[in-house]
């Protein structure tokens, strides 16, 4: 009887948990975080099919570092960004970058941008520690910033890079609909560059 | 009582998610179009290695092919994704193609430069082969939930379900014939 109910009561946590986990944000696994804020470079190239007189790239700094995003979360700053130059992009290097282009082909096709993470290592209290992660871009795809109007086959730049830089901050996707991780976006639809409660719960969680 | 613990616990940890990309969802009209072929085929072997810029992990699966639906391609293939694990470096990459030896797969296949192909459309243009406790094989899709999808037309993304695998490729040969490429 005694067993019976201990395996009740764990069933019931676990439950617990995935219900969690189906309703709100998830973490990366392992669950890992930076050492310190990381400083994100966004390539200084900007991005070319972006007509908002920048090419985009000051909008895309801004929107990482917004109060709107990652820092106003309530865990305070997250993330800095600086625009700068990315050519010596490589995985690994301990350097974040959003590069505009695909310097490796990585990112053709159907790929709009595509987030490296994976350099994590344990810490001695048994935490992982993230030391690189590195975003880049298709250049085969048309893109938006805010500051122009957007087609209607263009992806806003802001809100699909706020959410790479969530994966690199160590989220996982949620299954909030209207949540910046939410996985799922369509075209013109710039929402993601906001965080929702349910991102800022997760960071406040992991930060 | 245990195995349903055990299940539950495996399915819980199974269900964790990775790190992600941003692709735009493509369906199998547009996986025809953007593809050489599409082969039924067993992994046989796959290696990581540091692409030759030393920038980036790379993954190349040699793959047996058992069945051509579409198109041509050789009695082997050999398929690279990016991501792998190198001497312990690993890069995660979601929503990239993933293989492992043994592995039976059906693969929309672009052609790439020396002999060496890609997946169409990354996860969208794979789908493992597996079977149920009756035999009965199934193409499953290999989109995993670490993958950030957009769409073009505005409407919600449905992910892809399970198909009987007989179904799966008919459906693949008839959008092939009626669009050219497989003629009557």
Not at chain 2, 154 to 168: C, E, I, Y
Request: hydrophobic letters at 40%; one cysteine or more.
């Amino acid at each position: 009887m005694k067993t019976r109910i201990i395996s009740l009561s764990v069933l019931f946590v676990i439950a617990c948990l995935m219900a969690g986990s189906v309703s709100a944000y998830v973490l990366l696994s392992p669950r890992r975080t930076w050492d310190s804020d990381p400083n994100v470079r966004v390539d200084s190239r900007g991005q070319s099919t972006i007509t908002d007189g920048d090419l985009g790239r000051s909008r895309t700094r801004n929107a990482i570092v917004s109060s709107n995003a990652w820092n106003g979360s309530g865990a305070g700053t997250v993330v800095n960004a600086t625009v700068a130059s990315v050519a010596g992009w490589r995985l690994g290097d301990g350097i974040p970058m959003l590069n505009f282009r695909d310097p490796e082909g990585v990112c053709g096709g159907n790929c709009l941008a595509a987030t490296f993470t994976g350099f994590f290592t344990q810490r001695s209290n048994g935490t992982f520690r993230i030391f690189d992660a590195d975003i880049v871009t298709s250049t085969g795809r048309n893109w938006a910033s805010a500051g122009e109007a957007c087609s209607g086959t263009e992806f806003f730049i802001e809100g699909v890079m706020v959410h790479e830089v969530g994966h690199l901050l160590g989220l996982g996707h949620s299954n909030v609909s209207g949540a910046t991780m939410f996985p799922t976006v369509s075209t013109c639809n710039n929402g993601p560059a906001s965080t929702a409660a349910d991102d800022e719960a997760a960071i406040r969680d992991l930060y | 009582m245990k195995r349903l613990l055990i299940a539950v616990l495996l399915f819980a940890l199974a269900a964790a998610p990775m790190a992600a990309s941003t692709f735009v969802a493509m369906r199998t009209p547009e996986l025809i179009a953007d593809s050489q072929a599409a082969v039924q085929g067993q992994v046989l072997k796959v290696h990581s290695f540091w692409s030759p810029s030393g920038r980036i992990v790379v993954t190349e699966a040699l793959v047996r092919v058992e069945e051509t639906i579409f198109g041509d391609a050789p009695s082997i293939v050999r398929v690279q994704t990016f991501g792998g694990n190198v001497d312990g470096f690993i890069v995660e990459a979601d929503g990239f193609p993933k293989f492992e030896a043994g592995q039976r797969m059906v693969l929309f296949l672009s052609p790439e430069k020396d002999g060496v192909a890609r997946v169409t459309g990354y996860q969208f243009g794979q789908f493992h082969v597996q079977r149920d406790k009756a035999g009965v094989e199934f193409a499953v899709p290999a989109l995993d939930l670490g993958t950030n999808v957009v769409t073009k037309d505005g409407k919600p993304f449905a992910r892809p379900q399970a198909v009987r695998l007989d179904t799966f490729k008919d459906r693949v040969r008839e959008t092939a014939r009626r669009s050219g490429r497989i003629e009557n």
